[in-house]
């Protein structure tokens, strides 16, 4: 029972996520109109922060493996996600990875799916005021 309970959990939180598929900059959306075919994917950037949210919801007969690339095509991050991982959900921190644009890539035997993302640390500035 407690593993329907969680498999209903998981469900609802990723389609809560696929719902806005549509790609805004202003509000760090970052699933654009290529929606993916073989897969279910939710993904954004947490506001003013280097934090990345994942979420996929894919078919129990496919293999996935998933890469952050930087700008050069340089593979920064890999890893692959077994036949029988229907659900995966992660939180990325790009924070050690420092400014720049990363590309998300979600690969299947079907698609490559790409997303990017543009990391910037907000950066202080002093005003000095000058009372007359």
């Known amino acids: 029972?407690?593993?329907?309970?969680?498999?209903?959990?998981?469900?609802?939180?990723?389609?809560?996520?696929s719902l806005p598929l549509i790609s805004f900059a202003d509000n760090h959306m970052m699933v654009g109109p290529e929606k993916p075919k073989?897969?279910?994917?939710?993904?954004?950037?947490?506001?003013?922060?280097?934090k990345v949210n994942?979420?996929?919801?894919?078919?129990a007969t496919s293999r996935m493996t998933i890469?952050?690339?930087?700008?050069?095509?340089?593979v920064l991050h890999r890893e692959s996600l077994p036949k029988d991982m229907e659900y995966y959900k992660r939180k990325f921190d790009l924070k050690e990875m420092g400014d720049g644009t990363y590309y998300f890539e979600m690969i299947t035997n079907e698609e490559v799916v790409s997303k990017k993302v543009?990391?910037?640390?907000?950066?202080?500035?002093v005003i000095a005021l000058e009372q007359k």
């Not at 959990?9 to 990723?14: G, S, W």
């Not at 543009?118 to 500035?125: F, G, K, L, N």
């Open 38 to 50: 073989s897969f279910n994917l939710g993904m954004y950037q947490v506001a003013n922060s280097s």
């Open 54 to 59: 994942l979420a996929i919801v894919k078919s």
């Open 67 to 74: 890469q952050i690339k930087d700008e050069n095509g340089n």
């Open 118 to 125: 543009t990391i910037t640390t907000a950066r202080e500035q």
């Open 1 to 17: 029972m407690k593993n329907v309970v969680s498999s209903i959990r998981t469900l609802l939180f990723v389609f809560a996520l």
